[in-house]
């Protein structure tokens, strides 16, 4: 059964950097897209970026772009998110998802549980 | 970037009723249309994808349908375990963008 667990989330200062995990098993994670989306407090849901199976092809969302980086190990069936100059309104539950195509453009099947990003001071 | 428009923002419903949620794109997306529930404090799960197929698992009571800019989320019996919040995204052009979300809340 597909899994996907997040990790890194916690409280920073806004200005500062942080680095999320996403651990997945259960599939060939080589062979798939895979999807960042967030939540705000209380909000509805935010796409942040995706990545296609091989790395190659990025997308952001206006909100993150030329601050957040998203990247993958596909040796360690692991997904990232580098952000750096966090905001205020970085503030989220940050959701690791996965697609179901190799180049992350048919849509999400699977999430994972989130993990809570809080900037503050 | 496509705006997704979903109405109502919320409905009250009772058990057995049939419930439907509309979603409007700001421009033509084909079928590129997924819908997702959540439930309070859980990660969203997917229901339906290419507009009107289900994902593996999600029972038949839930259907999808459109294509264009209209679409549109049926619930054909609601049971308890449905009362949820439910979102469409569309994956057609980047940046992939969700509806507001309808929350289903027990009349």
């Known amino acids: 059964q597909v899994q996907l667990v997040e990790s890194g989330g916690g409280v920073v200062q806004p200005g500062r950097s942080l680095r999320l995990s996403c651990a997945a098993s259960?599939?060939?994670?080589?062979?798939?897209?895979m999807h960042w989306v967030r939540q705000a407090p209380g909000k509805g849901l935010e796409w942040v970026a995706v990545?296609?199976?091989?790395?190659?092809?990025?997308y952001y969302a206006d909100s993150v772009k030329g601050r957040f980086t998203i990247s993958r190990d596909n040796s360690k069936n692991t997904l990232y998110l580098q952000m750096n100059s966090l905001r205020a309104e970085d503030t989220a539950v940050y959701y690791c998802a996965k697609d179901q195509n190799y180049g992350g453009n048919l849509g999400i099947d699977f999430w994972g549980q989130g993990t809570l990003v809080t900037a503050s001071s | 970037d496509i705006q997704m428009t979903q109405s109502p923002s919320s409905l009250s419903a009772s058990v057995g009723d049939r419930v439907t949620i509309t979603c409007r794109a700001s421009q033509g997306i084909s079928n590129y249309l997924a819908w997702f529930q959540q439930k309070p404090g859980k990660a969203p799960k997917s229901l339906i994808y290419?507009?009107?197929s289900l994902q593996s698992g999600v029972p038949s009571k839930f259907s999808g349908s459109g294509s264009g800019t209209d679409f549109t989320l049926t619930i054909s019996s609601l049971q308890p375990e449905d009362f949820a919040t439910y979102y469409c995204q569309q994956y057609d052009t980047y940046p992939l963008t969700f509806g507001g979300g309808t929350k289903v809340e027990f009349k």
């Open positions: 259960g599939f060939i994670f080589s062979t798939y897209g």
């Open positions: 290419a507009a009107s």
């Open positions: 990545i296609s199976y091989d790395g190659s092809n990025k």
